[in-house]
């Protein structure tokens, strides 16, 4: 099953299938990444809090 390279959590493939770019199969970054996010192709550091 994908795991998230940043946290190590479980994603469905669903998720990593739609978030990741093609022959890569685990998100640099998911929902549970709360101090990270997607830009682009890059991953950056949240500007604001996610979540709660």
Aim: overall charge positive; proline content about 10%.
């Amino acid at each position: 099953m994908p795991r998230c390279q940043n946290c190590d959590a479980f994603v469905t493939r669903a998720y990593a299938r739609v978030f990741t770019p093609r022959g890569t199969d685990e998100p640099r970054v998911c929902p549970q990444c709360e101090d990270k996010i997607r830009d682009g192709s890059d991953v950056r550091k949240a500007r604001s809090p996610r979540g709660n």
